[in-house]
């Protein structure tokens, strides 16, 4: 999630919008854009790392980490991606392709004027399949070890709450019946 919310800041849209056909591949901004991703990518050891751009009704790619083609239409785009570019808040989704199940967190790039504030792109930050089990087996094993912790602060709290409340006054009393068998 921060690697998009960091894209989608850090995007210079004028650079973007110099990029709209497979021939801009070769132009510096597009060089310079992918070059961004691919980092960001590498630094997050995310899976993929793209733009996409909504015409009409369909998503297209415009930049990515992985080469990916400017121009050529985006197949797997789920509500998710449309409902973030219309609302401009960030969602996550799911969707498979010839490649694999992928779980994205897509983020608007917004372009503010004085109409107003409209999304002219959407940050696709993917993980694998694989990368997510992971996550989940790390969360699971943290929640797992917070539990333990618990049940075990809890143990040693009401073990030490029944040495004072009951172990005291016990003693008291024993101190006291002895006091009194002596005499």
Do not use: C
């Amino acid at each position: 999630a921060r690697a998009g919310n960091s894209v989608a800041r850090s995007i210079d849209i004028a650079k973007l919008s110099q990029i709209r056909q497979p021939a801009d591949a070769e132009l510096p901004a597009y060089t310079e854009i992918a070059n961004q991703l691919r980092q960001m990518r590498a630094a997050g050891g995310l899976a993929w790392i793209g733009i996409h751009r909504l015409e009409g009704n369909y998503f297209y790619y415009w930049v990515g980490s992985g080469g990916d083609t400017p121009g050529y239409p985006f197949f797997y785009a789920t509500p998710e991606f449309f409902a973030a570019f219309q609302d401009l808040q960030p969602r996550y989704t799911s969707y498979s392709d010839e490649f694999g199940t992928y779980y994205a967190y897509l983020v608007p790039i917004i372009e503010e004027s004085e109409q107003g504030k409209k999304a002219v792109a959407l940050v696709e930050v993917s993980i694998s399949q694989e990368a997510r089990q992971i996550v989940q087996q790390t969360m699971w094993l943290q929640v797992v070890l917070i539990i333990v912790g618990g049940i075990l602060i809890a143990v040693l709290l009401s073990l030490a709450l029944t040495q004072f409340a009951l172990n005291r006054p016990i003693r008291q009393l024993k101190d006291g019946a002895l006091k009194i068998a002596n005499g």
